[in-house]
């Protein structure tokens, strides 16, 4: 089995920082792409960054320019660095990732457990 585990998260005032964690372990044979979706209250889920094994990063328009999404492939670990932050920042970050446990094997997506981002002075 595989399991992605967040930390990071809190509370934080307008304009500052937090980097957010993502480790995922267990059953990994490849990782396709790791990512962090957020969800405020009273609203859906949305993809916040999405980062390939290949690199290659995409990022929704609200966070463009201040959150970066980083990977270390050796310790199947992600990262979201999360700057000059606003209130409307405040949600649930989840860490997403599509996994393959088998050379043959499909990739399957996971979530991890959730971490709370609160801004607010």
């Known amino acids: 089995q595989v399991q992605l585990v967040e930390s990071g998260g809190g509370l934080v005032q307008p304009g500052g920082s937090l980097r957010l964690s993502c480790a995922a372990s267990g059953s990994i044979s490849s990782i396709n792409a790791m990512a962090w979706y957020r969800q405020a209250p009273g609203k859906g889920r949305e993809l916040v960054q999405r980062i390939f094994s290949s690199g290659a990063t995409n990022a929704a328009d609200s966070v463009k320019g201040r959150f970066t999404i980083s990977q270390d492939s050796a310790k199947n670990t992600v990262y979201l660095q999360m700057n000059n932050l606003k209130p409307e920042d405040t949600a649930v970050y989840y860490c997403?990732?599509?996994?393959?446990?088998?050379?043959?094997?499909?990739?399957?997506?996971?979530w991890g457990q959730g971490t709370q981002v609160t801004v607010s002075s």
């Open positions: 997403h990732a599509l996994i393959s446990s088998g050379y043959t094997a499909p990739y399957r997506a996971y």
